[in-house]
């Protein structure tokens, strides 16, 4: 045996002193039914988990109880006559890998999927924890807002679906009540052809840090007319945002060099962005006319009924 | 409620366990279990040392419940290679120089061995793409990178594992 063994489970234990996170109770539910009673009884003390990778950074204090949703049957991509249905405890690899997802008019979900952090976390992490958490800087709400995405919510009285853009209160807020589930997203089949984009910026563009800004967009040109725009930035407001001024320039316009940029300068005026340890305030703001003009470039580059 | 009890399948051993709710893999697979070959660096998912493979996907063990891995098969260093033959990915690392102080090795290889099995001829970029959570501040990443390359030639042209 080696001199000097390290006695690690002390050192474990000692280490972990300050750490509340000790919920004492664990629930797997097998229905959503099932699901929803028990986050009722529950209440504030409850945390749904299903990948892990942000409730286990984060580790809250005041956890009683986890309610684990891995295993309800939730990861799936599937479609109707009229929009993709994917589950909330999809793996963000699956949302990445999917052919459907790689290539217009949705593109940009690809895109996103395959920017949030790393492989290893991508094979644990879901859209729907990446959609609750609802961290200011999250990728997958950009593309998917921009993509007119709405939400499938359970609850004790059923289900009610409402548009993902209506989902977010505020930082790490969600309209979700304690009772309630988020249980599946829809995308809306695109009916015209249209061209995406998802533009990300952080500190080493490989490294696991969060966007200091992100970018989504969405363009629909008709007889070299936009018909279409979606701009959705984050990470500079305490939600997603739409840069509805931004789309108001460019619609019904034929896209030039000068009417993206003032449209990427509108969009850099409507952001709210702060200061803090990834960026300041101003350059952020500098940084979303840069990711919009791009975002917009590269979405007129990859419509086929788009010109520049 | 308290503790619960969960199976899981490591390195092709079955465990019946009772764990706490918020009690992590990688504490289960090193305090429980022995299984010190596994590490735990960061503890929130930056550092990658305590990468495992779980159903054959490369997860952060200090990023899962150890409830999570109920009914799982689980893979660390421990359960790659023999006592007298070491998979072609360790010995590629032992071969390329890409273990240094090695803290970050386990985690990096299994990474690795995650991404062989699903695409056993990445190219370089693959590569580094997905050993992009497995931090190393020894080796500037040439050499590991050199020695995941080597290993997928070696499994190719028949090294057995």
Known sequence: ?308 | MSRIKITMDVNGRRHELAVEPWELLVDVLRDTLGLTGTKKGCGEGECGACTVNMDGRAVLSCLTLAVHADGKEIMTIEGLGKRTKLHPLQEAFVNEAAIQCGFCSPGMIMAAHALLKENPDPTEEVVRKKIANNLCRCTGYERPVKAILKAARMIKEGHHE
């Open chain 1, 1 to 308: 045996m080696a001199t000097g063994t390290i006695p690690m489970k002390d050192t474990i234990r000692r280490s972990n002193m300050n750490d509340r996170f000790r919920p004492g109770e664990y629930y797997r539910p097998q229905s959503l039914g099932e699901a929803t009673d028990i986050l009722g009884k529950l209440g504030k003390g409850a945390r749904v988990i299903a990948g892990g990778t942000d409730l286990l950074v984060t580790r809250p204090q005041g956890v009683t109880s986890l309610l684990d949703v891995s295993r309800l049957a939730l990861d799936y991509i599937s479609r109707d006559k009229d929009s993709f249905h994917i589950g909330a405890a999809t793996r963000v690899r699956e949302i990445e890998n999917a052919p459907e997802f790689s290539s217009e008019p949705y593109r940009a979900l690809g895109e996103a999927a395959g920017s949030l952090a790393t492989a290893t976390i991508r094979n644990m992490a879901t859209l729907g924890g990446n959609l609750c958490n609802a961290s200011p800087a999250a990728d997958l709400p950009l593309p998917c807002i921009a993509l007119d995405a709405s939400v499938k919510i359970a609850g004790p009285g059923g289900t009610r679906k409402l548009s993902l853009a209506d989902f977010y209160k505020g930082v790490n807020e969600t309209v979700l009540e304690d009772d309630e589930l988020l249980v599946e997203v829809q995308i809306p089949f695109a009916k015209e052809k249209a061209g995406t984009s998802f533009q990300k910026l952080r500190h080493h563009q490989t490294s696991v840090d969060i966007a200091i800004v992100n970018v989504a967009t969405r363009i629909i040109c008709i007889n070299e007319r936009c018909e279409v725009v979606k701009i959705v930035l984050g990470a500079v407001a305490p939600t997603p945002i739409r840069a509805k001024n931004a789309e108001a320039l460019l619609k019904g316009k034929i896209m030039g060099d000068e009417l993206l940029s003032k449209a990427a300068e509108a969009a850099a005026g409507e952001s709210r962005p702060i200061d803090d340890l990834r960026a300041s305030a101003n350059y952020r703001k500098k940084m979303v006319k840069v990711l919009v003009e791009r975002a917009l470039r590269t979405s007129i580059r990859r419509c086929e009924t788009c010109q520049e």
